[in-house]
């Protein structure tokens, strides 16, 4: 994030979850597709390359439902923390499995005639009008543009680069889904014989729906409890207890969770523990160049105001310390995001 930004790296524990997460893509594949046999004879080649397609848009259906699941978690549940460090490894996985799904789609549909097979997706015509003519496939197209944009850019490289740029295209995660929806509603839920996908889709869509609603109305309740909370100073541990350039993190009130930092020695500061790129915990990391430096991506942040340094614009919430001997005391109001605030110095060489 700073000039000091270094790629996150392959390491054994991302190899190994790529591992693990690609052999569950793989079983799931083949169950589907030996239930799907088991319970309905397939004559020839073409019902085999049907089921192949299908397997593959319900394998992207769910992975994506989960995907879009991991945000609200983790802001209700601060557990559900460590499933964002690989959010990014799932999301280029589901596209992958996306594309696969078109491609076999494209094959199919589109591959035989004398057109492009994408000029034919786009020109293949249709009428809004009506359900059973609807245009659903380039509704689908649409929709694997914006995950290609997304899986291209899911490095750090790209983060660091493009700035504030890059959480916007990444909300394209949202338009993608809605218009999967309607790619699915349109076309594989018009057939005869639509199976369990109507329910796939009315839990993923409630599911979906149901946790970013309750993430911020639990949001909304703890941030108007705090500000109904009088200022109580909460005693949070001794400051011999940091070593220099590190943190350690609290939690008060129940719920918030807040990162106190030492650094040059005889600073003291704190702020939130959540970092606004992928909520990574700000309280593992250390302060490398005067920032605050999150361990995950290594977004910083400067522990006298919380904001980033520029040209960046990302901020976090400050809180108020006060020293009584070598005891902490901490103000568990957050101050608004970037607000600055008096840096507490240790006085005592107790």
């Known amino acids: 994030m700073s000039h000091t930004f270094v790629p996150v790296s392959w390491n054994p524990r991302k190899r190994v979850y790529d591992v693990c997460l690609w052999i569950c893509i793989a079983l799931y594949i083949v169950l589907y597709v030996s239930v799907t046999n088991m319970f309905f004879q397939q004559e020839d080649a073409i019902s085999t390359l049907i089921v192949l397609m299908r397997a593959f848009s319900t394998c992207g259906f769910i992975m994506l439902t989960f995907i879009l699941c991991i945000g609200p978690l983790a802001r209700i549940d601060q557990r559900f923390l460590p499933l964002l460090y690989n959010r990014r490894h799932f999301g280029v996985s589901f596209f992958l499995i996306a ?180 909520n990574g915990p700000l309280g593992e990391g250390k302060v490398i160049d005067g920032c605050i430096t999150c361990p995950w991506h290594g977004f910083q942040y400067r522990p006298e105001d919380g904001r980033s340094p520029p040209p960046f614009t990302e901020k976090i919430e400050t809180f108020k310390l006060k020293l009584e001997g070598n005891v902490i005391y901490l103000d568990p109001k957050p101050l608004p995001l970037g607000t600055p605030r008096e840096v507490t110095m240790i006085t005592t060489t107790h």
């Open 99 to 278: 594309l696969i799904h078109g491609a076999l789609a494209i094959f199919w549909y589109h591959s035989f005639g004398d057109i492009n097979p994408i000029v034919s997706v786009v020109t293949s015509g249709g009428s809004y009008g009506g359900v059973g003519d609807f245009p659903f496939q380039l509704f689908g197209l649409l929709s694997l543009l914006m995950f290609f944009v997304m899986a291209a850019t899911s490095h750090d490289y790209w983060n660091a680069t493009l700035g504030p740029l890059w959480k916007s295209l990444h909300l394209l995660v949202y338009p993608g889904y809605a218009l999967l929806i309607i790619h699915i509603g349109m076309g594989a839920m018009q057939e005869s014989n639509t199976g369990i996908l109507p329910y796939m889709v009315f839990i993923s869509v409630t599911l979906v729906g149901g946790l970013h609603l309750y993430s911020a109305l639990f949001h909304s309740r703890q941030s108007l409890a705090v500000e109904q909370e009088a200022s109580s100073w909460v005693e949070v541990g001794n400051w011999q207890q940091i070593e220099n350039d590190r943190g350690i993190t609290v939690t008060v009130n129940g719920a918030e969770r807040v990162a106190i930092f030492r650094y040059d020695e005889c600073k003291l500061s704190a702020v939130s523990n959540v970092c606004r790129h992928q």
